[in-house]
């Protein structure tokens, strides 16, 4: 029995594009501890988001095995899957994802009401993750009043909210300046360390090699360093 956090092993990822098939992956074996801050670089078209969004349980593979906290997601149903997501893991996106009528701490709280914690929970985690990413200030402030950095902080906290184990990001800096990247880079950092989470994020950034555990580069679907 090992103690990784993720457990990939021989993952294939096979598209239909008309009467071509495409292998976005190509049996990726991967396995993470707890507590780390991943890159996993690689060119557009790479297969980094596929394999983001497998780890995720968004997609799934062709064939191969994919056990997150010792748990294999084949065993998962769609309802089982969504639920399990909802509960254990925090998503970070490039274009933010907010919800663009509600409030930083509305956009945060959300994530607690659909797994059903209760209204002082999560008057407190909401502000607590909100207070980590460094915007207890602007709690009622909409996304069209924040700055792109400041948004991508609260879509940071809104991962937080469930408490996750793993956080997974997709090209999290792709639409920041590299002053406001670093910043988010730097948080990052603090969070993996004072939470004692797994952070693994894709990019195309040179300045994340700075920040991370481990780099990971993709070519072609498979893992090469």
């Not at 457990?7 to 294939?12: E, P």
């Not at 598209?15 to 990726?28: D, F, K, N, S, T």
């Not at 701490?105 to 909100?130: K, W």
């Not at 792109?148 to 909210?161: F, K, M």
Request: glycine fraction near 10%; aromatic fraction near 6%; hydrophobic fraction near 40%.
């Amino acid at each position: 029995m090992n103690d990784y956090l993720i457990d990939a092993q021989d993952v294939y990822r096979v598209y239909q594009r008309g009467h071509q098939e495409v292998q976005a992956l190509r049996g990726i074996q991967l396995q993470l501890e707890s507590g780390c801050f991943v890159a996993l670089k690689g060119r557009s078209g790479s297969g980094k988001t596929t394999l983001l969004n497998i780890l995720g349980g968004l997609d799934r593979p062709t064939s191969g095995t994919v056990k997150i906290f010792g748990r294999d997601l084949s065993t998962l149903s769609d309802d089982e899957l969504t639920r399990w997501r909802r509960e254990r893991l925090g998503f970070v996106f490039q274009s933010f994802g907010l919800l663009p009528t509600l409030s930083a701490y509305e956009n945060v709280e959300l994530m607690l009401r659909l797994i059903g914690v209760s209204s002082r929970e999560r008057r407190e985690r909401t502000l607590h993750c909100l207070h980590i990413v460094g915007l207890g200030k602007r709690v009622h402030h909409r996304p069209y009043e924040l700055s792109g950095g400041q948004q991508q902080r609260v879509a940071i906290a809104r991962a937080l909210a469930n408490q996750p184990r793993l956080i997974l990001a997709d090209e999290p800096t792709g639409e920041l300046d590299s002053l406001t990247a670093g910043e988010i880079l730097s948080l990052f950092q603090r969070i993996v360390a004072e939470e004692g989470l797994t952070l693994l994020m894709t990019s195309h950034d040179m300045m994340v090699d700075d920040y991370v555990d481990r780099v990971l580069q993709l070519k072609d679907g498979q893992i090469v360093s």
